[in-house]
């Protein structure tokens, strides 16, 4: 079992919808959890950065942790076709290395 | 303030060679991480170097070396190059520890083995 899964997609939605992207894991020592979006030919860049549990917003993007059952989301409101991306989810947590998750491959459609 | 910087961007190279790859950390990052990206394996972690030692390392054969220098430059080499090799290679610098501390990427270097 990995210790991060994400589902890869594809994942197709028409502009305006929101998009929920999904991630668990098994590791209960993370807790550091960040989403990377990454474009076609391009390093990730980092969007959300959640310490524990809870939720961040910051403007269509909000994080939620779960730590209780391991789940991490990340929700995109009013999608636009510049959303097209890979999403990756992070974690982390003490001497650990970042662990990646497999990256969801979204495509917004106009 | 300047972000991940790699070099160089595109490289071709035949089975059996060696190559190098550079990376310069945001300034003030002393935390340099080395990934390999793949379409079938996604990001992939090779190693960690935080003020010049190595303090985590992924899953990757020893042809897979990396270091890094007293102004927190990084390089990574790979010997006896494989077709597998070829792959995005992206380094990430943090200003601590990479377990720790959110990773900025630099835009990676694409390496094509023939």
């Known amino acids: 079992q990995k210790e991060v899964e994400q589902d890869p997609g594809p994942l197709s939605v028409p502009e305006g919808a929101i998009v929920s992207l999904n991630c668990t894991y098994s590791n209960s020592a993370f807790q550091y959890f960040m989403w990377y979006r990454q474009y076609s030919r391009k390093g990730p860049e980092l969007l959300m950065y959640t310490y524990s549990s809870g939720n961040k917003e910051d403007g269509r993007f909000t994080a939620q942790v779960d730590k209780s059952s391991k789940y991490i989301s990340l929700f995109i409101r009013d999608s636009q076709p510049s959303d097209s991306a890979t999403y990756l989810c992070a974690m982390g947590g003490g001497a650990q290395k970042l662990v990646f998750g497999q990256g969801t491959r979204l495509t917004i459609n106009p | 303030k300047a972000g991940v910087t790699q070099t160089p961007r595109y490289l071709i190279k035949t089975r059996g060679q060696q190559v190098t790859l550079s990376c310069s950390p945001i300034?003030?990052?002393?935390?340099v991480s080395w990934y390999q990206q793949t379409p079938g394996q996604g990001l992939q972690f090779l190693f960690e170097?935080?003020?010049?030692?190595?303090?985590n390392k992924g899953n990757f054969p020893g042809r897979f070396s990396g270091r890094q220098f007293s102004n927190s430059r990084s390089e990574m080499n790979v010997s006896t190059l494989e077709l597998g090799d070829s792959a995005l290679y992206l380094c990430?610098?943090?200003?601590?520890?990479?377990?720790?501390?959110?990773?900025?990427f630099g835009p990676g270097t694409r390496l094509t083995v023939l």
């Open positions: 990430a610098s943090s200003a601590g520890p990479g377990g720790e501390d959110t990773q900025y």
């Open positions: 300034s003030g990052h002393r935390s």
């Open positions: 170097y935080f003020s010049e030692t190595q303090r």
